[in-house]
């Protein structure tokens, strides 16, 4: 079965420092995305970024980018010029093929931002 | 654009009590998700509607949970009786399919307390 490991229960970082989040996965499949959701105190969840499998250069979005590592299975997120609105719980989540849309998601990551 | 709409958005109830939470998603998505977020936990998939059907239910407990879509819009999720264990936050997402990568949009979520 997949799963989706995040090893870091709470960061702590810098206004307009860089941190980053880790996370790591297990599949034996070889087609699948990754992604970062953003859940900030008001629960509205909310994609930051997301990578095809497939794809070997990382993605990116404004200040947030990915470290993709297949091989080790790991998907990190870099978040550059940290903001007070960047503080939420993070979520990395996988999602396989199939007729289904199904995310697996990890245990979160809190992120505070000290201004 | 709206997004996916929730209600009610906090509930305290006594176990052993029905409960039911409604979804309206985004206008013209097929796809309906329910999700189960326990407090430090990702969030789980319980049900998957396309339009009017299912699609993936593997992890709905279907001895207290139920879930309906009726017409293929807005989507009600019941528990009855309700457990101690029951106490998490649901949320609802949609996406415009389920066999192609497109995005989930979340709602903000019902905060259940079972008491």
């Known amino acids: 079965a997949q799963t989706v490991t995040q090893s870091q229960p709470e960061m702590s970082v810098q206004e307009a420092e860089t941190v980053t989040l880790s996370c790591t996965y297990d599949?034996?499949?070889?087609?699948?995305?990754l992604f970062w959701y953003k859940q900030p105190p008001s629960r509205q969840m909310i994609l930051v970024i997301r990578?095809?499998?497939?794809?070997?250069q990382n993605a990116t979005e404004n200040r947030f980018s990915v470290n993709f590592q297949k091989a080790a299975k790991s998907f990190s997120l870099k978040i550059s010029d940290s903001q007070l609105g960047d503080a939420a719980m993070y979520f990395c989540?996988?999602?396989?093929?199939?007729?289904?849309?199904?995310?697996?998601f990890g245990t979160g990551t809190l992120l505070a931002v000290q201004p | 654009e709206a997004g996916v709409a929730q209600s009610p958005r906090y509930k305290i109830i006594e176990k052993r009590q029905s409960v039911a939470f409604w979804c309206n998603p985004i206008?013209?998505?097929?796809?309906l998700y329910w999700y189960q977020q326990i407090l430090g936990q990702g969030p789980k998939l319980l049900i998957q509607?396309?339009?009017?059907?299912?699609?993936?239910d593997s992890q709905l407990p279907k001895d207290r949970f139920s879930a309906e879509r009726l017409k293929g819009v807005d989507s009600t999720l019941k528990i009855q009786p309700a457990k101690l264990e029951d106490s998490a936050v649901y949320l609802c997402?949609?996406?415009?399919?389920?066999?192609?990568?497109?995005?989930?949009?979340f709602g903000p979520g019902t905060r259940l307390t079972v008491t």
């Open positions: 206008s013209g998505h097929a796809t």
């Open positions: 989540a996988y999602r396989y093929g199939g007729a289904t849309n199904k995310l697996i």
């Open positions: 990578q095809e499998a497939y794809k070997q």
């Open positions: 599949t034996s499949e070889s087609d699948y995305y």
């Open positions: 997402a949609s996406s415009l399919a389920a066999t192609v990568i497109y995005e989930q949009y």
């Open positions: 509607f396309q339009n009017n059907g299912v699609v993936d």
